[in-house]
């Protein structure tokens, strides 16, 4: 009698284990860290690549939703995201009867979309190389069935990822600008950079039925007479700056502006010579403070994977939202029109970004991702911000992604690349998107 219950005991054990050898892995023990590495790592190389704001947003999104599809398919308290957004793609289902990591077939799939999508593809092969030789090590044959499924679902993500029309948008035409009409945009200094992406808004969107579904009300109409409110808020700019220069360098308003800087080309001449300073995007900014709350919330691997992904999703949405106004009001930058009807000398206390100037792009991705992350973690969910800890800035704190949200707004005012209807009515646009993708991911509080 003994023996025969031994025997059903461990038929039963075996039984367990053959219907889903892919939960044995607490050999390999990937962790919520592992996955914040990772992605680490893809933010440095599109800074050192130099990314435009939207293309590194896109980045985000792509490598983020391929790992985070995987970890769907094995948490029964998640739900496919491609089933609620503008996706044409059939993920490969995760087999069971093979011993595989879904965390790792994750990891794996995150790195090859993100390799595929930037430059320097070999920084990231030796960073990948590094986590294979490990992980194989350790058990070469939950890596080798990991390692297959995770490359067949980034396959089935570069299919996809292919037609999102951004290989069309790169053979598209240069942005006209028109020097005549004043009110329109002009490149400005120090390099007068083409406008970039001019085309972005015909990037296929993952939420959004069309890149005006939240068209921003119109800014204050162009004019320079005093009594005018475009007017006022031109001498608005040009008067902030000017205070500033007067309460010194180590002013509040100073240190907001240098903050939320996240220019990731700003341009630097002494003399003859020429030199870039490479910074974090405004959404790579954001992808940070996801970073913080997820440490500090202490997400496990598959909750970090789901907040990277939503707010990544969300960024990259209100990029195509707010460079479809960007380009339909083409609007000037204040510096241009300070320079050429007030003040020939001044300059803004940020370098002016090579795009027109209405809405402001970090009060939209700002609004956005502040929505989101207060789903996700809270209305009253107070942090030390230290993304730009590694610039050389100190770390600021926040009583909620709101309150960070607000500042970063405001911050476009006093280093003087935005006037305030941008600021305000992008915030507005970011805010009212970010709602929309909360309830089209139907995002759940974690």
């Not at 910074?279 to 440490?295: E, L, Q, S, V």
Request: hydrophobic share 35%; net charge negative; charged share 25%.
């Amino acid at each position: 009698m003994r023996k025969a219950l031994i025997l059903l005991l461990s038929m039963a054990i075996f039984s367990s284990c053959a219907d889903d050898k892919n939960t044995n892995v607490e050999a390999i023990n990937i962790s919520a860290a592992d996955y914040h590495a990772s992605l680490d790592q893809i933010t440095n190389i599109m800074v050192h690549d130099i990314f435009s704001p939207p293309v590194a947003s896109r980045i985000y999104s792509y490598s983020n939703l391929a790992a985070y599809e995987i970890v769907a398919q094995h948490n029964p308290e998640l739900e496919s995201l491609t089933k609620r957004i503008n996706a044409d793609i059939s993920i490969p289902i995760l087999d069971t009867t093979k011993a595989i990591d879904y965390r790792m077939a994750a990891l794996i799939a995150q790195l090859e979309i993100g390799k595929t999508l930037i430059f320097s593809e070999v920084e990231i092969t030796n960073y990948r190389d590094s986590l294979f030789v490990s992980w194989k090590e350790n058990n070469e044959e939950i890596f080798t069935n990991s390692e297959a499924y995770g490359m067949q679902v980034a396959e089935a993500f570069k299919n996809w990822i292919d037609k999102d029309n951004y290989k069309e948008t790169r053979t598209m035409p240069k942005f006209s600008v028109y020097t005549e009409d004043v009110s329109r945009w002009q490149p400005t200094p120090p390099t007068y950079m083409d406008g970039i992406e001019p085309h972005w808004m015909k990037i296929r969107p993952f939420t959004l039925d069309s890149a005006s579904q939240f068209k921003p009300e119109p800014h204050p109409e162009f004019s320079m007479d005093e009594g005018s409110d475009f007017y006022k808020e031109l001498m608005e700019v040009y008067e902030v700056r000017n205070q500033m220069d007067e309460t010194g360098n180590k002013s509040e308003e100073m240190s907001i502006a240098k903050f939320w800087d996240c220019n990731p080309y700003v341009s630097t001449q002494r003399g003859h010579l020429m030199f870039a300073t490479k910074k974090i995007t405004p959404g790579g900014h954001w992808i940070g403070i996801t970073k913080i709350a997820g440490k500090r919330a202490n997400l496990d691997f598959d909750k970090t994977v789901y907040a990277y992904t939503a707010t990544s999703m969300g960024i990259a949405d209100a990029f195509i939202s707010c460079w479809d106004e960007k380009y339909r009001s083409n609007l000037v930058r204040p510096e241009t029109l300070i320079n050429k009807y007030i003040d020939d000398q001044w300059k803004p206390v940020l370098q002016t970004p090579p795009f027109p100037e209405y809405t402001s792009g970090h009060s939209v991705v700002s609004g956005a991702s502040a929505e989101i992350l207060t789903q996700l973690f809270g209305d009253q969910f107070q942090f030390l911000d230290d993304t730009e800890v590694r610039y050389g800035l100190p770390e600021r704190e926040y009583t909620s992604f709101r309150n960070a949200a607000q500042e970063a707004a405001l911050s476009r005012l006093y280093g003087g690349i935005h006037y305030r209807a941008a600021i305000e009515n992008g915030l507005d646009q970011g805010i009212d998107l970010g709602k929309h993708v909360v309830n089209t991911l139907n995002l759940k509080a974690l």
